[in-house]
Structure formats: C-alpha cells, structure tokens
C-alpha cells in the first residue's frame, strides 16, 4: 500500500517528511520549501526533518510555544549528521531564514520563514 504523502515536491524532498507525526496532515510553505532545498544542495549533505508541520495537539504535546512557526508550515527543526552546527547556522542565514534557532545541546536548528525582524536565538533543549 502507497504511504500517505510519499510525494517527492523537490529536488531533496518528499511531503511526508513535513507531515504532524500524530495525524499525518501537512501544511508548507514553498517559499521555506525552497530554502531548505537550497541549503540541502550548498551543504551537500542530508537534512534530517526533526519536526515540520504540528498540529495544535501535537504542538502543545512537544511543549511548543503557542503561535509556533510550525503550526503555519513556516517552520522546521533540522539536523545534519558530521556537520558543525553552528556552521549549518551560517549557512541558513546567508540562504535568508528569518527566525533561527540554535540549539546545540540537542544538535538542531530551528528554522522559520517569518515575515518581519530577523532573530536568532540560543536555546536550552
Ligand atoms: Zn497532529
Ligand atoms: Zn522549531
């Protein structure tokens, strides 16, 4: 049987990998699409998609913050094997994310497509 949203939608893409963990359903942005392709290609190495799109539900259950990026598919949390993170920092900002996250305890990267201010941040996890 077919899995739900084993959709290839880029180059280094498939849908499901953005999909809620809980539910299955899927929102993205193209534009944040786009991006993560783009970095996928510069970097050369495999992005692994810790968490895309969530569900209010499952929002809350990871302890998201209320009007997460991740509940409009604007947001992803990423991480890449053998690859400095803070160098993966670099390169998502030259490549025009506008909310970066830096969790280096955990070793990913929030990444977001806000409109406005940019910021990074340093987080605990
Ligand atoms: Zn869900
Ligand atoms: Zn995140």
């Known amino acids: 049987m077919d899995r739900i949203n084993d959709i290839k939608i880029a180059e280094y893409f498939s849908l499901y990998e953005f999909e809620c963990p809980c539910c299955k359903r899927v929102m993205l942005s193209p534009d944040l699409l786009a991006r993560l392709n783009h970095l996928r290609r510069v970097i050369n ?15 809350h259950k990871v302890g998201g ?15 890449v094997k053998d690859f400095l993170l803070y160098d993966l920092l670099i390169y998502a900002r030259e490549i025009g994310f506008k909310g970066i996250g830096y969790y280096e ?10 409109s406005g201010e940019k910021r990074v941040w340093k987080g605990n996890k």
């Open 105 to 114: 305890k955990s070793n990913f990267l929030h990444l977001d497509i806000r």
């Open 45 to 59: 190495r495999p992005i692994y998609i810790n968490s895309g799109y969530r569900c209010p539900e499952e929002n």
């Open 65 to 79: 913050v209320p009007g997460s990026y991740h509940l409009l598919g604007m947001a992803v949390d990423i991480h």
